[in-house]
């Protein structure tokens, strides 16, 4: 039971583009939800995250949105950079159930 | 401060044995999650603890067991291994206690192989 879906494996970028990396939650209960950054070799580090009474948060050059009538966020990354290149997990997570559940990945490449 | 400590780093264990995973959570906090994640898959959600109590789990057989500790420290318990439970085995604490709205730290893993 998939309850968090990043469709997309990979996504392949220019250094100084813009990157993309959509999910979608098929749980009407999460309400927190989360991005981590994952290098080979070692754990998730997190990297932002937002409630669900916001539609955006920003922090430095990440920005997540969030459209809840669509169940659906996106992780965007302005300007990508070499050192981006790492695979992303979406995570959410519900009020007083605070296990988080994961997306299987996106595997960003910022080629320079 | 110390992060998410987890140990051993890698274990090679034959099929039908047990293996026993440890985790130490950073300092304070009292939760404690427990992920699979195999060959080309994702995070998958095994257990979760806080306060000494297992809160939830996910969607694996009973063989896959753990415990909190008062120090909040936990064991993952795998037996009777099949090849499939091949994976890492990523261990994450947070600050549950008050705050349900944070981010959990992840370990470095654990690297469990079966033979």
């Not at chain 2, 110390?2 to 274990?11: E, I, K, N, R």
């Not at chain 2, 257990?47 to 896959?64: H, V």
Request: charge should be neutral; hydrophobic fraction near 30%.
């Amino acid at each position: 039971d998939q309850q968090v879906k990043q469709n997309s494996p990979s996504l392949s970028v220019q250094e100084g583009r813009i990157s993309i990396l959509n999910c979608d939650y098929t749980n009407s209960m999460f309400d927190y939800f989360l991005w981590y950054k994952k290098y080979p070799a070692e754990g998730p580090t997190f990297l932002i995250s937002i409630s669900s009474i916001k539609d955006k948060n920003e922090d430095g050059r990440f920005t997540v949105f969030l459209n809840k009538s669509a169940k659906h966020l996106s992780l965007h990354i302005v300007p990508s950079q070499p050192g981006d290149s790492a695979v992303y997990f979406c995570a959410a997570s519900a009020y007083n159930n605070n296990d988080m559940r994961f997306g299987a990945g996106t595997r960003l490449t910022v080629k320079p | 401060e110390a992060g998410v400590t987890q140990s051993p780093t890698h274990l090679i264990k034959t099929r039908g044995q047990q293996a026993t995973l440890r985790c130490s959570p950073i300092s304070g906090h009292t939760s404690v999650y427990w992920y699979q994640q195999a060959l080309g898959l994702g995070l998958q959600f095994l257990l979760w603890y806080d306060e000494g109590e297992e809160r939830n789990r996910g969607n694996f057989p009973p063989r896959f067991s753990g415990r909190q500790f008062p120090n909040y420290s936990s064991e993952l318990n795998v037996n009777a291994l099949e090849l499939e439970d091949s994976a890492l085995y990523l261990c994450a604490s947070s600050l549950y206690r008050d705050r349900p709205y944070t981010e959990a730290f992840f370990g470095q893993g654990t690297r469990l192989t079966v033979v």
